[in-house]
């Protein structure tokens, strides 16, 4: 990739972070609820399962996996019922701004990004993107290892920018939320945000 066509990609990959999608609506919904740090590693099992999609477009697995439409329909069913599920949790929340700060502490890093890596995961159509506009920058038959460790790293950067982004913005929304009320209302825009999510992800599978 020439430098030109590196930056091209970098600008692409951030605006793609931050379009509403399955990803960027989870997101949003824990940073309302717990906080941007909640997101890190949210965020980062999300940006894992990207990459993961974005290496099998350049090694030639796309058309591979066109022929089990049908298994990735299945995982974007199942990730559409976990969401909502996530979705019931965050409309049932606590409404003490103190419970909800220490909402998600008792959840290990590795399970938010377990979370993250398996709602991107669940979302197959990142592939599709990936193969729609990879083409545009790089050479896909002509690939070396060097190009696809690039393309990696900035997909990392680009997209965690973004994701990060938005997470901080939503955590400062949230700051000014105090009462009870309003709590009450965040634990409900958040759950819907999340019903949102699951129901990008079921209509994508039909």
């Known amino acids: ?3 030109s066509s590196s930056i091209s990609f970098f600008i692409v ?3 793609f972070g931050i379009t509403p999608g399955p990803g960027v609506f989870a997101l949003l919904a824990r940073a309302l609820t717990s906080g941007a740090y909640a997101c890190l590693y949210l965020a980062i099992g999300m940006i894992v399962s990207d990459i993961l999609y974005l290496v099998a477009v350049c090694l030639g697995l796309a058309a591979l996996a066109s022929n089990w439409i049908y298994l990735f329909n299945i995982i974007s069913m199942l990730g559409a019922v976990y969401l909502f599920y996530l979705g019931w949790k965050m409309w049932n929340g606590p409404l003490n701004i103190e419970l909800m700060s220490n909402n998600d502490t008792h ?3 590795i399970n938010n990004f377990i979370q993250g890596f398996f709602i991107s995961l669940s979302n197959p159509k990142v592939m599709l ?3 729609a506009f990879l083409p545009t920058f790089m050479d896909l038959s002509n690939l070396i290892a060097e190009d696809i460790v690039l393309v990696s790293f900035l997909t990392f950067i ?3 920018l973004g994701l990060m982004l938005i997470a901080v913005f ?3 929304a949230r700051l000014l939320l105090k009462t009870e009320y309003s709590i009450k209302i965040l634990n409900k825009t958040a759950g819907s945000i999340m ?3 699951a129901l990008y992800l079921a209509l994508s599978a039909l």
């Open 158 to 160: 680009g997209l965690f």
């Open 129 to 131: 993107f990936y193969i």
């Open 170 to 172: 939503a955590e400062r």
């Open 1 to 3: 990739m020439t430098l």
């Open 107 to 109: 959840k290990s890093d």
């Open 13 to 15: 990959i951030f605006i």
């Open 195 to 197: 019903y949102l999510a």
